[in-house]
């Protein structure tokens, strides 16, 4: 099984950027779908983002698309996302997920099901100070 770590979450302020990173134990993007999801506290979890097979198998939530981009590194084993402009709100836990493609049939319409991924990060911590 696929196995996930998140690194790049720190404290930064309204405005700034930071990438995160999330780095798979084995290639995955030829199999999997990988996703981004956030957890404010108090607040249920939510999709940030997910990329598939290239450019036009990424998805965004409305809140982030603009200012979030996702991609990947050529050895296939570690998905970034880049965030700018970043608000208060965008605090949260971020945390990566891994699913099978062939899990997910309709990946623009399910990527932001988090009950259909089996395999998840720990989490980083992204704090934005206004």
């Known amino acids: 099984d696929v196995q996930l770590v998140e690194s790049g979450g720190t404290l930064v302020q309204a405005g700034g950027s930071l990438r995160l990173s999330c780095t798979a134990s084995?290639?995955?993007?030829?199999?999997?779908?990988i996703a981004w999801f956030r957890q404010a506290p108090g607040k249920n979890r939510e999709g940030v983002g997910c990329?598939?097979?290239?450019?036009?198998?990424?998805y965004y939530s409305g809140s982030v698309k603009g200012r979030f981009t996702i991609s990947s590194d050529k050895s296939k084993t570690t998905v970034y996302l880049q965030m700018n402009n970043l608000q208060p709100e965008d605090t949260a836990i971020y945390y990566c997920?891994?699913?099978?493609?062939?899990?997910?049939?309709?990946?623009?319409?399910?990527?932001?099901?988090?009950?259909?991924?089996?395999?998840w990060g720990q989490g980083t911590q992204v704090t934005v100070s206004s």
């Open positions: 990329i598939g097979s290239g450019d036009e198998d990424t």
């Open positions: 084995e290639p995955t993007f030829d199999d999997y779908y």
């Open positions: 997920a891994a699913e099978r493609r062939r899990e997910i049939s309709d990946a623009a319409k399910m990527w932001t099901y988090d009950q259909l991924y089996d395999y």
